[in-house]
């Protein structure tokens, strides 16, 4: 396994509506993208751009949503996990398993439409851990 580009810090935040003003305003972001549903992962995510890497806000959709139960205990949101890429998902997921450590759920199409997966932040030194296939290949 070669760690790979930062791909984006997942933030959760109860209002994606709410919290752009923030990003827009005191952060001083200007890529700022429109908010968009992913109901198969449960949230709506809206990609705010930097200059090396993106914030990935994301807002549960609905009380099953896997961000729901981070937010009770965060109720004005906070930071979520951080997504790593990689070239090849199927790599990946075979080294995170030779290690032992708990991949959450089968590989899945994530917000940027390719496969991620997630490792259980107890298994990551307590940082959930998101690995993408890098839409780059890897580069
Ligand atoms: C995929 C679309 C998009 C993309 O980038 O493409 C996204 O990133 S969507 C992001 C939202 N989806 C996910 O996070 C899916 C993976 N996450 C999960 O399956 C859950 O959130 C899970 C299992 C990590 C935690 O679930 P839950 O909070 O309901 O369980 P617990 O409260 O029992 O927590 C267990 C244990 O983990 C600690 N925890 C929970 N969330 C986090 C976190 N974000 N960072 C670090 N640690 C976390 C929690 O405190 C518990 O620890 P313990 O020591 O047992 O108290
Ligand atoms: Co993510």
Redesign the pocket.
Known sequence: MHLGRL??V?V?TPSITDAIPYWRDVMGATGIGEPFD?P????K?CFVDTPNTQI?L?EPLGPE??????LQ?NPAG????L?YEVPDIAEAKAWFEEQGARL??EP?????GTP?F?V???D?G???T?I?ESPRGGH
């Open positions: 791909n984006h997942g959760a992913l198969a992962q449960g949230v995510v990935e994301i949503s896997p961000i729901a139960a981070f205990k906070g930071q979520h996990h997504c959450l759920g899945r199409i994530g917000a940027h991620i997630f259980h932040p107890r990551m307590g940082v959930l998101e993408m």
